[in-house]
């Protein structure tokens, strides 16, 4: 899948969304009466729209799925809100997700921008369902100058994304908390992260390991711990963390400092080098054990039955 520019030929299907009303009811816009023409002449248009950019979120063999906006581009405060629809055939499917996490980077990396922010009607219960399954933060601090342009009887959720902003962290993989390490910037002078015991982790750190000067595509781990609680994190590179328990298998990649994973409970742990020299930082709740470790994944998997 990719975004390209909205071309003609893609009239009859935007044409197709615009004659469904599943999708248009939570939209500004009235399409019940538009045709293939005013399809055409939206596409014929939206170049001379100034302050927006359309993409059309296209399948790998060149069909039209959906349109994506960056609107409003704002040059003093450099915002732009942000809005989607996609046919229903492309529900699903991870269109949607491509496209949002897409035009969001090119945004911040292309545009310039520093704030991405859109709204979504309450009852659109499937668009807040898709916004927080992928963790977007709701905006309550939305300027009256952008209010003002939706209908004040209409009650809107708002979101947004700030450069800099991790999205789609999620809380939790198999149930091991993600923790969000306090991290201060500094301007132009890096950053500092910190945690400490009692308020940000749930155990005492009776030990601190690191492992270093691993070339990429190495896998390690293959184990699990009895009784050991550990934080996990990687102060620099890459690093895939895939982890097992009682609640499935599930990875996350470690490549934020300010991300940590806590594992509190028996979990069997792969870690994958994405970027040669990352470096993988452990605290512990207790001194070094080879007799906590479990490495035969069969004897893991009794060992959690
Ligand atoms: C874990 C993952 C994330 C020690 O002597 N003291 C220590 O504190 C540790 C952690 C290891 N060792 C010895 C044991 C082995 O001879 O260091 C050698 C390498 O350990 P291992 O093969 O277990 O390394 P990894 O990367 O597979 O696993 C390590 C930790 O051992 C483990 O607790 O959760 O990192």
């Not at 248009?24 to 939206?46: C, L, P, V, W």
């Not at 906006?69 to 989607?84: D, F, G, V």
């Amino acid at each position: 899948m990719y975004l390209r520019k909205i071309k003609l030929k893609d009239a009859s299907l935007m044409h197709e969304w615009m004659s469904d009303s599943d999708i248009t009811q939570y939209m500004r816009g009235n399409f019940s009466e538009s045709s293939i023409e005013d399809a055409k002449k939206f596409i014929r248009n939206i170049k001379n729209i100034e302050n927006r950019i359309d993409f059309a979120i296209c399948s790998n063999t060149d069909e039209y799925m959906g349109t994506i906006t960056l609107k409003n581009i704002n040059r003093i405060n450099n915002s732009a809100e942000l809005s989607m629809v996609v046919r229903k055939k492309a529900m699903n499917k991870g269109y949607a997700w491509f496209a949002i996490s897409e035009i969001i980077k090119k945004a911040f990396d292309r545009i310039k921008l520093e704030c991405v922010y859109w709204c979504v009607p309450v009852e659109n219960e499937k668009a807040i369902h898709f916004f927080e399954k992928h963790h977007f933060h709701e905006n309550l601090d939305i300027s009256r100058e952008i209010l003002d342009r939706y209908n004040d009887n209409i009650f809107l959720k708002w979101y947004s994304v700030l450069k800099g902003d991790k999205f789609d962290i999620p809380q939790q993989v198999v149930g091991c908390r993600v923790v969000n390490i306090k991290t201060i910037p500094t301007v132009e002078a890096g950053q500092l992260s910190f945690f400490e015991v009692d308020t940000d982790i749930d155990f005492e750190i009776k030990r601190v390991y690191y492992i270093s000067k691993v070339n990429e595509g190495v896998r390690r781990g293959f184990h699990a711990h009895k009784n050991l609680k550990q934080l996990l994190f990687c102060p620099y590179g890459r690093i895939q963390l895939i982890l097992e328990n009682e609640n499935g298998r599930e990875e996350i990649e470690l490549s934020d400092p300010s991300i940590g994973i806590e594992i509190t409970s028996p979990t069997w742990r792969e870690m994958l080098w994405l970027q040669s020299n990352s470096v993988l930082c452990v605290v512990a709740s207790e001194k070094y054990d080879p007799n906590d470790y479990i490495r035969d994944y069969e004897e893991f998997r009794d060992f959690i039955k």
